[in-house]
């Protein structure tokens, strides 16, 4: 059983550019979360998606986007970097509400650098 | 809103010493709260989750958590800690609005 996979593993980017972090959930979740992890930090919540909509959003700017695909697999874009952005991104996934089962599973995360 | 306090920075631990990991939350309702370990470079591993119900949890790892609601807390115990638990550990609380709030970590350094 596939757990989260998140690609690419790391990412160097320069100021002004964009990025597109790729995730695809565990086997049997439809709900993806993705998460911000700074240095010496907790992890910080950016969007939900579940059925291709975002359902809820963190304190994040509109830079960051994001797309959930109908097989589940997701996407966040970030535009406009800035050296602020580097972070790990976590991505997380989990059943829907209702279904009794609310552990979200996490991937190992992008790592990304911007100079 | 939700949050999530964890006092302890740094935590230093000898090889077979017991542990207990200190977490405080904030919700106006009976909260879903999750520990979470994190290795160096490496994403976020579930240790234990608790619910509803019995208020001392158990979890992977031989690592156990107790629900005090008077006390706002979800302490993590062990009673032996073994070198491969040094890491980062994550409480986190999740309300009603499904997204995880967590605390800005404990590290635990392991001595031999």
Same mark, same amino acid.
């Given at each position: 059983?596939?757990?989260?996979?998140?690609?690419?593993?790391?990412?160097?980017?320069?100021?002004?550019?964009?990025?597109?972090?790729?995730?695809?959930?565990?086997?049997?979740?439809?709900? /993806?979360?993705?998460?911000?992890?700074?240095?010496?930090?907790?992890?910080?919540?950016?969007?939900?998606?579940?059925?291709?909509?975002?359902?809820?959003?963190?304190?994040?700017?509109?830079?960051? +986007?994001?797309?959930?695909?109908?097989?589940?697999? +997701?996407?966040?874009?970030?535009?406009?970097?800035?050296?602020?952005?580097?972070?790990?991104?976590?991505?997380?996934? +989990?059943?829907?509400?209702?279904?009794?089962?609310?552990?979200?599973?996490?991937?190992?995360?992008?790592?990304?650098? /911007?100079? | 809103?939700?949050?999530?306090?964890?006092?302890?920075?740094?935590?230093?631990?000898?090889? #077979?010493?017991?542990?207990?990991?200190?977490?405080?939350?904030?919700?106006?309702?009976?909260?879903?709260?999750?520990?979470? *370990?994190?290795?160096?470079?490496?994403?976020?591993?579930?240790?234990?989750?608790?619910?509803? #119900?019995?208020?001392?949890?158990?979890?992977?790892?031989?690592?156990?958590?107790?629900?005090?609601?008077?006390?706002?807390?979800?302490?993590?115990?062990?009673?032996?800690?073994?070198?491969?638990?040094?890491?980062?550990?994550?409480?986190?609380?999740? #309300?009603?609005?499904?997204?995880?709030?967590? #605390?800005?970590?404990?590290?635990?350094? *392991?001595?031999?």
């Amino acid at each position: 059983d596939a757990g989260v996979t998140q690609s690419p593993t790391h990412l160097i980017k320069t100021r002004g550019q964009q990025v597109t972090l790729r995730c695809s959930p565990k086997s049997g979740h439809d709900t /993806v979360s993705w998460y911000q992890q700074a240095l010496g930090q907790g992890p910080q919540f950016i969007f939900q998606y579940y059925e291709e909509e975002e359902r809820q959003r963190g304190n994040f700017p509109d830079r960051f +986007s994001g797309h959930q695909f109908p097989n589940y697999s +997701s996407e966040l874009n970030v535009n406009a970097l800035l050296l602020g952005d580097s972070a790990l991104y976590l991505c997380a996934s +989990s059943l829907a509400a209702g279904s009794g089962l609310y552990e979200q599973y996490f991937g190992p995360g992008t790592r990304l650098t /911007v100079t | 809103a939700q949050s999530v306090t964890q006092p302890d920075i740094h935590i230093t631990v000898s090889e #077979g010493a017991s542990l207990e990991l200190r977490c405080n939350y904030s919700y106006g309702a009976t909260p879903y709260l999750f520990w979470y *370990v994190q290795s160096p470079g490496q994403g976020l591993q579930l240790l234990l989750k608790y619910f509803s #119900g019995d208020t001392l949890v158990q979890g992977i790892k031989g690592f156990e958590a107790e629900f005090k609601r008077s006390q706002s807390s979800f302490n993590l115990r062990k009673p032996s800690v073994h070198w491969s638990d040094a890491a980062e550990y994550f409480c986190a609380v999740q #309300g009603g609005s499904e997204k995880l709030v967590f #605390g800005k970590g404990t590290k635990l350094t *392991v001595n031999p």
